[in-house]
């Protein structure tokens, strides 16, 4: 059974830095493309960062430059570092596994609150 279990949410204040880590279990993470996504209260989900299985990434235009993502094959785990967090950052964090284009798991999520 495919399992995603994300840790490292909190609270921070603007400016601040956290990561996020995504611990695979049930599969072999180097095979996978894997992600994040986050939902604000009211928002749709929406795409913040992506690491293909080679190691190609890419990130949301409200993101980049402040957050990094990454990938550690090894310990089947995921991370999001994000620094320079912003109130509107707030929202729960999920990771996810795609493979041929399709999601095949997600992480139940981390909530995520950056307030002063």
């Known amino acids: 059974q495919v399992q995603l279990v994300e840790s490292g949410g909190g609270l921070v204040q603007p400016g601040g830095p956290l990561r996020l880590s995504c611990a695979a279990s049930?599969?072999?993470?180097?095979?996978?493309?894997l992600g994040w996504y986050r939902q604000a209260p009211g928002k749709q989900r929406e795409l913040v960062a992506r690491?293909?299985?080679?190691?190609?990434?890419n990130y949301a235009d409200a993101v980049k430059g402040r957050f990094t993502i990454s990938r550690d094959n090894a310990k089947n785990t995921v991370y999001l570092q994000m620094n320079s967090l912003k109130v509107e950052d707030t929202a729960v964090y999920y990771c996810?596994?795609?493979?041929?284009?399709?999601?095949?798991?997600w992480g139940q999520g981390t909530q995520v609150t950056v307030s002063s």
């Open positions: 996810y596994a795609a493979t041929g284009g399709s999601i095949v798991a």
């Open positions: 049930g599969i072999s993470v180097h095979i996978y493309a």
């Open positions: 690491i293909s299985s080679g190691g190609s990434t």
